[in-house]
Structures are given as structure tokens and as C-alpha cells.
């Protein structure tokens, strides 16, 4: 049986094709900085999660944007 590739960092984890890593955080304001890394991104996006939960995606192409409830891409 094949395994996919799963190897540990210095600062996250190679998982398969993606290459996750922590960027930054700051602990007095409670927000974290998380990068993911790919073939194909190499300049990666970051994942930006507030300390209450909120997650803001960025790539080179700027912020990711979610559809709106009831939009066209609700199921």
C-alpha cells in the first residue's frame, strides 16, 4: 500500500503536494499567520485566523472573497 509523502518541518509540515507552515502570530492580540505552499502556488497563500475564529484568506491575487448567503454558489 502507498502512503502519501507526510514529513514534519522546522516550522509545520510537508503533507502530500501542500507544504504547511506557521508564519507568524501574535499572542497579546491573538491572531496566527498560517502559509500554505503548493507546485502549484509557489508564493503561497496565507491563512489569517483571528482570535475569534475569523479566517481571511490571501493569495497574490489579494483577498479571497466567500459568496454571499443564498448567492449562486450556495448548495
Given at each position: 500500500?502507498n ?20 508564519y ?20 503561497g ?22 459568496p ?8
Open positions: 500500500m502512503f502519501m509523502h507526510y514529513k514534519k518541518t522546522k516550522y509545520g509540515f510537508e503533507w502530500g503536494a501542500a507544504d504547511v507552515m506557521r507568524c502570530s501574535d499572542e497579546k492580540e491573538g491572531w496566527v499567520i498560517l502559509g500554505i505552499e503548493t507546485p502549484k502556488h509557489k508564493d497563500v496565507q491563512i489569517y485566523v483571528t482570535k475569534t475564529g475569523k479566517v481571511r484568506i490571501y493569495s497574490d491575487d489579494g483577498e479571497w472573497i466567500a454571499k448567503a443564498g448567492g449562486r454558489n450556495e448548495r
